[in-house]
């Protein structure tokens, strides 16, 4: 199967781009979410597998091998963990792992032509971390091994911060990977964090236990870059451990290979405010690690900062304040005067050249106090700015993708696109159809999305639909491409007679660099409550 979704000139007559204004009667501009034409951009559907169930909550992941096997990966608490194998011509195969119930998918990542997972059981008073080694060729365990066995933490005797009792981050650029985990002890001296790096066949390369640069401080967690078997970089945030003040004082952490102590360093970040988040990447086209941190302004609006840091010589650049100026006034003017663009900071997607991509995403959240306490209605996902920077930080182009869908009954912070790379969190599938996925792809880049069809008309009158119901949307591609600053956008899946357009789970997909391969799961359009993978083509 091959459907292709292009649009291009019509008897020498160019199609419009949706971005191109139109002059209305009153003189004002509209922006029409038109189908692509001249650029003549596309994405094909490859392959579909056959449908299942659609799960109603749990953990998936989507693993495209390089031998061009595809492993999908379910995991909930009552079914335990699922593994599905699909060869290169994208057929199940017989061999289909089952069991393993515990409590979490920690991690899934491929190693050596093969795949690890790594579950935890975190229901006992000694949680348990186990590493499962899978057959990329049969999809069958090889191996299975205890990575740690802990004590579970006293929070209120330790004064440490972070989310989970494990957490594992992989080198997106090696197979190299780390284990954070609480480290239990009545002894101040052995810190309440122990760090374990690992190289890609799995074989300890150091460990280190910590709290904090000092006794009296201890050490909140923001997030962990692995640089390849050659160290670990840490940002996080200390805090005096005698009080239950907060601190802006940001730290970089950094353990050697074969080291057994971290050193810290001071960041250049602003201090004195209040801070939302950070996180850093490693840039190995400039040999760089890229920081940003999102600090709350005097007038209670986000502000994100970015530095760099020399790994050769450890150097630092100045804070710099990032702000997506051109989306803001392209904001004022569908929007209105009052709508000025207030994203939040989601991702760094690095590219070849040692350039980079800002990713931003307005968050709205909004509370109602019951019983005097605040509680969280709803979250609207709002409009994306994507801003591009070249290897010396110089901003070269922004893209706005408008939207407005509504997440109930949950909070969104900044960074959340960034912590999925990594930690696999359970979902609530019915409101995962409503996130973006940014695709780096090899010839222009990409954001998918659901979303109501009438948007296309609606941003018009610069007044979006919400989606609140992904039964009722679609899914749609932007390619980032072209001068306008709001992109065209199509749809990824052929639209048949009589029948809606299905949605997909963009927040779960894999895309292969190689090949320009995505795969990610979609609901059939002729069963809603059925889901299939779906290989597309973005070359």
């Known amino acids: 199967m091959k459907t292709a979704l292009c649009l291009f000139m019509l008897a020498g007559v160019p199609v419009m781009s949706r971005a191109q204004p139109v002059v209305k009667p009153d003189g004002k501009n509209a922006y029409h979410l038109a189908h692509r034409g001249a650029t003549g951009s596309c994405v094909t559907t490859l392959a579909e597998g056959p449908a299942f169930p659609e799960p109603a909550e749990g953990i998936a992941r989507v693993l495209q091998l390089k031998n061009g096997n595809t492993l999908f990966v379910y995991f909930s608490e009552k079914q335990g963990l699922n593994v599905q ?127 904090g640069s000092r006794e009296d401080r201890r050490f909140r967690y923001w997030d962990m870059a692995v640089i390849g078997d050659k160290m670990l970089c840490i940002l996080g945030m200390e805090q005096n451990a005698l009080f239950e003040t907060g601190s802006s004082e940001m730290k970089l952490a950094t353990l050697d290979s074969g080291h057994i102590f971290f050193r810290f360093r001071e960041l250049p970040f602003p201090k004195g405010m209040p801070i939302q988040g950070g996180f850093v990447k490693h840039n190995p086209y400039s040999h760089q690690l890229i920081l940003l941190q999102a600090g709350m302004n005097e007038d209670k609006k986000t502000a994100t900062w970015l530095s760099t840091v020399r790994l050769d010589s450890m150097i630092m650049s100045a804070a710099a304040e990032i702000v997506p100026e051109r989306v803001n006034l392209k904001s004022l003017e569908i929007f209105g005067p009052k709508a000025a663009y207030e994203g939040v900071p989601q991702n760094v997607i690095v590219k070849k050249d040692g350039g980079y991509t800002i990713i931003f995403e307005e968050l709205n959240n909004h509370m109602r106090l019951m019983n005097g306490t605040p509680v969280v209605v709803s979250t609207i996902l709002a409009n994306v700015a994507v801003m591009d920077f070249d290897a010396a930080g110089k901003p070269l182009r922004s893209w706005m993708i408008p939207k407005k869908q509504m997440n109930p009954g949950v909070i969104m912070k900044a960074f959340y696109q960034k912590n999925r790379e990594n930690a696999i969190e359970k979902l609530n599938w019915a409101d995962q159809y409503k996130f973006f996925t940014y695709i780096p792809g090899s010839q222009r880049d990409y954001i998918f999305m659901n979303d109501l069809e009438e948007n296309n008309h609606r941003i018009e009158k610069g007044k979006l639909a919400i989606l609140r119901d992904a039964r009722d949307a679609q899914g749609f591609y932007y390619a980032l491409e072209g001068k306008e600053i709001i992109p065209s956008r199509d749809a990824v899946f052929d639209t048949k007679a009589k029948q809606p357009s299905p949605v997909a789970l963009f927040a779960i997909a894999d895309y292969d660099p190689e090949t320009g391969t995505l795969v990610t799961l979609k609901r059939t359009a002729e069963n809603r409550k059925a889901v299939q993978l779906v290989w597309l083509d973005l070359n």
């Open 85 to 211: 194998l699909y060869n290169t011509a994208r057929q199940v195969q017989d061999s289909t792992l089952a069991g393993y119930k515990a409590t979490s998918l920690d991690a899934a990542f491929e190693s050596g032509g093969d795949a690890t997972l790594l579950v935890s059981d975190r229901s006992t008073r000694r949680p348990v971390l186990m590493r499962l080694r899978l057959s990329g060729q049969t999809g069958r365990l090889l191996r299975q091994d205890t990575v740690a066995h802990l004590d579970k933490i006293n929070l209120r005797k330790r004064k440490i911060t972070t989310s989970s009792d494990f957490l594992v981050i992989k080198d997106p650029y090696s197979e190299n990977y780390a284990v954070w985990m609480y480290y239990n002890s009545d002894d101040p001296q052995n810190g309440g964090y122990e760090v374990v790096h690992y190289a890609a066949d799995h074989h300890e390369i150091s460990r280190a236990r910590f709290s």
